[in-house]
């Protein structure tokens, strides 16, 4: 690689950076916003029924592994992450900002869907205790929507 070539594609670590970014930024904003929504509910019915706290912290365990995933995909996208000296290309970039922007996305709308079906959950077996398989049925359905884009995400990272 001469030098011309160097200095055109030396920003090319940029969108690797981004990449790693977006995976944790977003997919920790998603599982914010599921502890943040299903918690307060747990917090709010816990009152009434005391007994249910311990059974209905589910929604909250599993928008923690939703910033579980997003941790996964910025540490193997930093990890390959070199100096354009070092043959980091403008390709490997793009690649593991898309790796990042799909890791990150998918686990904001995971966090969302686990937040929103937690608060609804809580409530309900709040009043009918029997709700609750459908309450985890749900949920696994919500969490699953991180882990394709966690799977893309590792996909993506394993082409460069």
């Keep these: 690689m001469d030098a011309d070539e160097i200095e055109i594609h ?5 969108f690797g950076a981004m990449g790693a970014f977006a995976a944790i930024t977003f997919s920790s904003m998603g599982a914010n916003f599921g502890t943040w929504k299903a918690g307060s509910t747990i917090g709010t019915a816990g009152v009434v029924k005391p007994d249910i706290v311990i059974k209905s912290l589910l929604p909250v365990v599993m928008a923690g ?11 193997l996208i930093s990890n390959n ?20 922007i799909a890791v990150g996305m998918t686990g904001l709308a995971a966090g969302i869907a686990i ?8 409530r309900g077996i709040t ?14 359905f919500s969490e699953v929507l991180g882990l394709y884009g966690l799977i893309v995400g590792l996909l993506l990272t394993t082409k460069v």
């Excluded at 592994?65 to 540490?75: F, N, P, R």
């Design 10 to 14: 030396m920003y090319a670590p940029f």
């Design 65 to 75: 592994i939703i910033a579980i995933y997003g941790l996964v995909a910025a540490v």
């Design 81 to 100: 992450i070199a100096s354009s000296a070092e043959g980091y290309t403008l390709y490997k970039g793009y690649v593991h900002f898309g790796a990042g």
């Design 115 to 122: 937040g929103i079906a937690g608060d609804a959950g809580v």
């Design 127 to 140: 009043e009918e205790p029997k709700l609750y398989v459908g309450m985890v049925l749900i949920l696994i």
